[in-house]
């Protein structure tokens, strides 16, 4: 069975609010050329395999390798008119100048799993940043530390640790291609969540290219803009180089297991105890509930499948769960001992994963891409068995719908919601929506995401409100989408408080101090401070 890739990517950057005429492509790649060569000090004909117009025989191969949804790899997608494939610091650097020098919008992609492809489209001129070949990464045992290059995949992130130490880990995504510099801004989480926490509560220190080119650590940046990057999404606010991390400690064995059960197996029983356990069980374990409309014996029913790691045997957590989730009917036979590392390649969706080599890890999968939609909740109170069999009759009418219920609680209910810009650690779980379809077209697209809206809808009485809390990893453009002009504030301000609560404001502020002129600007970017703020 399918676990759903749930972490995306995004580092986006730039929406000007006024282009004048635009220039020819030509005089745009020879201006910005020009530029580049001149802070790079590095001749012309060595950056062509950095500098990549149009015609560029690489330009095409290079946007689409990491373009991880098919909606946005169409013919009719609007395309950069440069990608900027980075090979080192200075190339960074020199982007930023030289974008900004121009005029034109940047954004920055490294592993390209924005769920709306916020990081490489846009309807206004603009060039891609590509983060992909900086992802460097040094593990030092010693320190039970690491740095981590923006453009690394969490795959290469937990391999790279697994080569120097096995009895360490890093809390962070189940997807393996997915790019650390966006996960981990956007605030990152994954099966060690109610263990250990998010990703950013395990950042020490970070590398930043602000507005003026400069490359800042955590010295150079200060406290309020490192506090901003680690939750705030880096893309507001600069191009993220590396985090530096701390390492978790993680057991010899882990267990892992999967149970299923449909409407004619008490699922509706399982799913309501659920909501009672996962929350407030033993912090080390971590059981996701995936619900999916299926088909079985010709009757439409929908799946509930509990998906779990515990960071320890399997006789302990039997017996856990056999005295406070008896409705799981967890057996023997579903759980598997393994290591830390094989647990990573089994949430990755190997079965095998005691038999494989983590050097699985390090496949990026280039030029894969399905189409799909994303949408996120979170919950503070139990769902009734009533609203329960509401939303699992509505699931059955809409079909392809599958929700992800993730479990928060343990260490997550004991940090400060303001101590970085995620504000969801209190609440008792988050859902994603999910819809996917293989049907390429506008027509099955505009009806899969009006069904992704419809079921939004109905799960509007069972989820936090005013606001409607949501991710940022979860990119969702239907929330709001930034628009130039007197009332740009306001309009983030809607979607900025459904993302980060009350820290909406102290991100603006950061913003308006760093990147006062708002350059690194997307769809849906903390925006400056206006002239007048509203008071609050």
Known sequence: MKI???ILFLISSSISTSIAVEPPPETIYQNFLQCFT?????????????????TAAAFTPVLRAYIRNARFNTTATPKPAIVIAARSESHVQAA?????????????????????GVSYVSHVPFFVLDMSNLRNITVDPATESAWVGAGATLGEVYYRIWEKTKSHGFPA?????????????????????????????????AKIVDVNGRVLDRKGMG?????????????????????????????????????????????????????????????????????????????????????ALFLGNQNTVMSMLTKDFPELGLKKENCTEMTWIQSVMW????????????????????????????????????????????????????GKIGLVFNPYGGIMSEVATTKTPFPHRKKLYK???????????????????????SFYSYMAPFVTKNPRHTYINYRDLDIGVNTPGPNSYRVAEVFGRMYFGENFDRLVKVKTAVDPQNFFRDEQSIPTLPSNPPRR
């Open 4 to 6: 759903f890739c749930l």
């Open 38 to 54: 001149n802070q790079t000090k590095a001749p012309p004909n060595s950056l062509s395999d950095v500098v990549l117009p149009k």
């Open 96 to 116: 930023v100048i030289c974008t900004k020098s121009l005029n034109i919008q940047l954004k920055t992609r490294s592993g390209g799993h924005d769920y709306e």
């Open 173 to 205: 995504g189940v997807c393996p291609t997915v790019g650390a510099g966006g996960h981990i801004s956007g605030g990152g989480y994954g099966n060690m969540i109610r263990k250990y926490g998010l990703s950013v509560d395990y950042v020490t220190d």
């Open 223 to 307: 406290e309020d803009l490192f506090w901003a990057i680690n939750g705030g999404g880096g893309a507001s606010f600069g191009v993220i180089l590396a985090f530096k991390i701390k390492l978790v400690p993680v057991p010899p064995t882990v267990t892992v297991f999967r149970v299923e059960k449909n409407l004619d197996e008490n699922a509706i029983d399982m799913v309501h105890k659920w909501q009672f356990v996962a929350p407030k069980t033993d912090p080390g374990l971590f059981m996701r509930l995936l619900l999916q409309p299926v088909t079985r014996n010709k009757k439409q029913t929908v799946r509930a499948s509990v998906v």
């Open 347 to 398: 949430w990755a969706n190997n079965d095998n994963a005691t038999q494989i080599k983590p050097e699985i890890l390090l496949d990026r999968n280039p030029d894969s891409a399905s189409f799909g939609k994303r949408k996120s909740d979170f919950v503070e109170k139990e769902i009734t068995k009533e609203g329960l069999d509401f939303l699992f009759k509505k699931m059955i009418e809409v």
């Open 431 to 453: 859902i994603q929506h999910s819809m996917n379809w293989k049907d390429p077209g506008t027509e099955a697209e505009t009806s899969f995401l009006q069904k992704a809206k």
